[in-house]
């Protein structure tokens, strides 16, 4: 399943960090894409950018369950970015469920599966009839991100 996304910019500032970027759509390396574009940085307890949309406008959630994981055609500068998840379950903005993925400057198609996703920060399982959001996040430590998606969307392994 092909998802369309409204990708919409996120930092650390809502906490009071100093890293900053945008959020673009434009034709990157060939392929029209959104492109997450920014520095990290680790300044007044910060340390994060994100682009994320939620599935559904009204905010509601989704059942996904007919699905294994997420897959997305992506081209990166060979850092790591993370993937979130966030379910109706979830009430707190630093809840979420994570993984990450590493990126090579090329496109490459990766795709996840929803058992790889781990509970941060909460005590639940994820429920895939219950996603509201997904985001890509650059995390962790100061660096220039740099990660775009030409697409993406659901897998089913059978």
């Not at 699905?67 to 850092?79: E, K, L, R, Y």
Request: overall charge negative; aromatic content about 12%; glycine content about 8%.
């Amino acid at each position: 399943m092909q998802l369309h996304p409204h990708w919409e910019f996120v930092a650390d500032t809502v906490m009071g960090g100093v890293s900053t970027g945008n959020v673009t759509h434009e034709i990157f390396e060939g392929r029209e894409a959104t492109v997450l574009r920014g520095e990290v940085s680790l300044d007044n307890n910060g340390g994060f950018i994100q682009m994320a949309f939620d599935l559904c406008q009204d905010g509601s959630s989704v059942d996904i369950s007919a699905w294994d994981g997420i897959q997305a055609t992506v081209w990166g500068n060979s850092h790591i970015y993370d993937f979130r998840l966030r379910t109706a379950q979830l009430a707190r903005s630093w809840q979420s469920f994570r993984t990450d993925f590493e990126t090579k400057s090329e496109w490459q198609t990766v795709q996840i599966p929803f058992s790889s996703f781990i509970a941060h920060r909460v005590e639940a399982l994820f429920d895939p009839t219950r996603l509201r959001r997904i985001g890509i996040v650059a995390i962790g430590h100061e660096f220039s991100a740099l990660v775009a998606v030409s697409s993406i969307g659901f897998y089913s392994a059978s």
